[in-house]
């Protein structure tokens, strides 16, 4: 059978498996679940593999699922959908909307939504899997389904692999994954190469030396030292990192002290940086503990600085070989207009890469649009996309059920059989 038979055979249950699909959003959607906190959602698509006739296995690295369709001989593609939500109070006003409270690491109650589409990942994958096992004669090979927990904090990938995913499981030659973003729906669009940066997170304590607010020269104040090193940290990226390079240094919490005139003891900065390359990567970070350590010595401060590395994905690198069979692929199935390089990778990062990397296999990863095509192209024709449009992690942010729900079910479809062909 060609591979223009063997998608259109396996997609042909696609019409029929749809209503069952939009339940199966609908309901990881209105029941989101936080990093490592996914037992909901993994046992909805452990349930539905195993009806697909699947072998699954629960709890790999927390709460992962893994499912094994081996379907004779042929090569062992693995397909990947991370299932973590955000700590984010859901604004979209849509009928199913979460109201899910849970708590947080820190032991916090929060909201939670699927503020970045994992439910709709979810989604494409169960009903990939669904429609390949529904067709065994098109296709050869295994089929390793992977469904991960905590993308949002970077754990997930690496538990899974920590948890001896490839040596308990069949070994993939490719690993395959997708990302909604706001992008018009029913568009893909992949590069090779770097597709997304590298991020790291850092919590820095700085020390001072509480006070009367009345009595400012009896203290070390923490909350001008942090201010300082805030304005200073800018100076990394406009004034040590070429143009030609791309780095974000982001100070997304600076909290201190509890009352206005009660100088405190210390102040707290949460610092995200985003990176592609391992060299500016680590001049950045070599920076921000240089400008820390350097404010807290011109303050005086009792104590040096405490920089902890909290959260570290890595780059995610495209196969440039493999990319291009896929975007060839994609291109024959859904038509040139509707698949386009990016020219650039995206700043947001993922643990996608960690899979690839560690069996060192090609690893393809691609994004397909969520946005309503009218609002969106009444957005770029206003030159308002990014004021109207809401992003991955906004409270507004949810993408459109049709065409998105199809086009990544097809093109996930599309990938794997290409692979599969090989």
Known sequence: MSIDDAIQTVLGGLDGLTPDLEDFYRDLHSHPELSLQEHHTADRAAAWLRRARFEVTTGVGGTGVVAVLANGSGPTVMLRADMDALPVQEATGLPYASVAVGTDGEGNQVSVMHACGHDMHVTWLAGAASLLAAAPDAWHGTVLAVFQPAEETAQGARAMVDDDLFQRFPTPEVVLGQHVMPD????ITL???TT??????LHVRMFGRGAHGSMPESSVDPVVMAAATVMRLQTIV?????????VVVTIGAL??????????DEAVLKINVRSFDEDARHRTLDAIARIVTAEAQASEAPRTPEITATEHYPLTVNDPERTGRVANALR???GDDHVAELAAPKSASEDFGTYGSELGVPS??????????????AAQAAGRIAQDIPTNHNP?????LHPTLETGVRAMVVAALDALAT
Do not use: C, L, M
């Open 196 to 201: 997304q940066a590298a991020a790291d997170s």
């Open 184 to 187: 018009e729906a029913g568009q």
């Open 332 to 334: 024959a199935h859904f």
């Open 191 to 193: 590069r090779p190469g």
């Open 396 to 400: 507004a942010f949810a993408p459109v």
């Open 255 to 264: 909290a201190a002290g509890t009352k206005d005139n009660v100088i405190p």
């Open 238 to 246: 406009s004034r040590e990192t070429a143009p030609t390079q791309a």
């Open 364 to 377: 393809v990863f691609w994004y397909v649009g969520g946005v309503d095509p009218s609002v969106y192209r």
